[in-house]
Structure formats: structure tokens, C-alpha cells
């Protein structure tokens, strides 16, 4: 072999080398963002989706609750005095999530704003209450007005869950939200039914 056969070889084996730490470092790469992703995700179903979930079902109990106080006797029952207890116990945990920093949700700006516009709708919900128990607010107002929290509440949830988005991170939303945890329901404005 001539020194420009050795040469040779040896820049061969370079290139060669070259390529394959550029195809480790992409694959790397691609690897440790799904992987990110996928605590993303997890962390956002069990610190906000199911909080979330029980917060739009003690919601809609207590809607329908106070819609029947008001075409009865209109005064506060036992029945929704719970209801408004539940909300509460519910909404609790929304407003631990704005107030948490968990590092698993760096970058889940967008999905927390949405969270902590869920707050300011549920700081509110006070005004309508009294409103219910002094007779200034009438059936359908008084209905239009938690349909209005629902909403916000349902809006919390969206498609862009962090900055990045691969293939896996929807996937897992798509198995978190099909198999949820006993309890969850599944999405409808005005009714959710529990699934079995």
C-alpha cells in the first residue's frame, strides 16, 4: 500500500465517522424530545386533566343543582351548599397548578395561561353565586353564566401542549384521553357521561 492508499483510507474511515456521530446525534436528539414530551403530557394529565375533569363535573352538578333550586323554592338547599363545596375543593386544585412550578412544564406557557384564565372565570363565580341566593339572577341567566366557566374550563384543553410537538406526545393524548382514570368523562359541553 502507497502512503495515498493509507491517505485515503484513512479519510474514508473519517467521513465515514463523521456521518455516523451526525446520525447518532440526530437520533439522540429526536429520542430525548419525545421523551421530554412524554413527561410533558403525563404531567399535564395528572397535575391539570384530571383536576380539570372533576372541576367541570362539580361545574355541571352544581348548575343543574341551583337551576333546580331556582324553580323551586329558590332558596339554598343542603343539595347545592354541597355542590358549591365540591366546586370549590375542585377549583382548588386548578389554582394550585397556576401556582406551581413544576420543571416538567417549562414550557407549557400557553396551557397555563388558559389555566389561569379558568382562575379569574372561578373568582367570579362568588358574584354569581350570591346573585342566585338574593333572586337578582334569573334561571337562564344564571345557567348562561356557569355555562360561560365550563367553556373557559373545556378551553383549558388544546392542542399545543408545549413547544414541541412530535408524533408520540399526540399519541399519549390520544391514550390518556381514551383510558382515563375511573371517574373521568368524556368531552361535551352540556353533558358528559361517565365512562365505564
Not at 397535575?47 to 363535573?57: A, H, K, M, V
Not at 379558568?118 to 337578582?136: C, F, K, P
Request: positive net charge; aromatic residues 6%.
Amino acid at each position: 500500500m502507497t502512503r495515498n492508499d493509507v491517505r485515503l483510507i484513512r479519510t474514508r474511515l473519517a467521513v465515514l465517522a463523521a456521518v455516523l456521530i451526525t446520525l447518532w446525534s440526530y437520533a439522540a436528539y429526536v429520542s430525548s424530545q419525545d421523551a421530554v414530551d412524554l413527561l410533558r403530557v403525563r404531567a399535564l394529565a395528572d397535575t391539570l386533566g384530571q383536576p380539570i375533569d372533576r372541576l367541570i363535573l362539580s361545574l355541571q352538578t352544581e348548575r343543574r343543582i341551583t337551576a333546580e333550586t331556582l324553580a323551586g323554592a329558590g332558596q339554598p338547599t343542603p343539595a347545592l351548599v354541597g355542590a358549591r363545596e365540591g366546586t370549590d375543593r375542585a377549583a382548588a386544585e386548578i389554582r394550585e397548578f397556576t401556582k406551581g412550578r413544576d420543571l416538567r412544564l417549562l414550557s407549557a406557557g400557553t396551557v397555563r395561561d388558559r389555566a389561569g384564565e379558568l382562575v379569574r372565570r372561578l373568582d367570579g363565580l362568588g358574584t354569581t353565586r350570591s346573585q342566585v341566593d338574593t333572586g337578582r339572577l334569573d334561571q337562564s341567566a344564571t345557567i348562561a353564566g356557569y355555562d360561560e366557566v365550563i367553556d373557559v374550563a373545556f378551553r383549558v384543553y388544546g392542542p399545543e401542549w408545549g413547544a414541541y410537538e412530535s408524533g408520540l406526545a399526540a399519541d399519549t393524548r390520544a391514550v390518556i384521553a381514551r383510558w382515563p382514570a375511573p371517574g373521568r368523562c368524556s368531552p361535551g359541553r352540556t353533558q358528559w357521561s361517565a365512562r365505564p
